[in-house]
């Protein structure tokens, strides 16, 4: 069963950062593209945020957040990780990790909340 585990979120205010995690199974994480995903509230569908290649040399990100979010990966520790600066109120949302494209089976993905 794949198991995605996200991290770090929390609530912060306008301007702050956090760090996000996710550990993702060796068997899904190996060779493959990863990315992070977010859902606002009150919206169905979660968002592209970023997405790192297996090499961790061709990083993607979504309009207006290259230069605020930093994806990045450990392929030892099967983990990847999303610096985020500069937070803004828009900005809050459930944040999952995913392989990239996506897989069906999902997290529980961590809550990042910026207040104003």
């Known amino acids: 069963q794949v198991r995605l585990e996200e991290s770090g979120g929390g609530l912060v205010q306008t301007g702050g950062s956090l760090r996000l995690s996710c550990a993702a199974p060796?068997?899904?994480?190996?060779?493959?593209?990863m990315g992070w995903f977010r859902q606002p509230p009150g919206k169905k569908e979660r968002e592209f945020v970023a997405t790192i290649s297996w090499r961790g040399d061709v990083k993607n990100y979504a309009n207006g957040l290259k230069g605020r979010f930093t994806i990045s990966r450990d392929n030892p520790k099967s983990a990847v990780y999303l610096q985020m600066n500069s937070l803004e109120p828009e900005d809050t949302a459930v944040y999952y990790c995913n392989t990239y494209p996506p897989g069906s089976t999902w997290g529980q993905g961590t809550q990042v909340t910026v207040s104003s």
């Open positions: 060796g068997r899904i994480f190996s060779g493959r593209s």
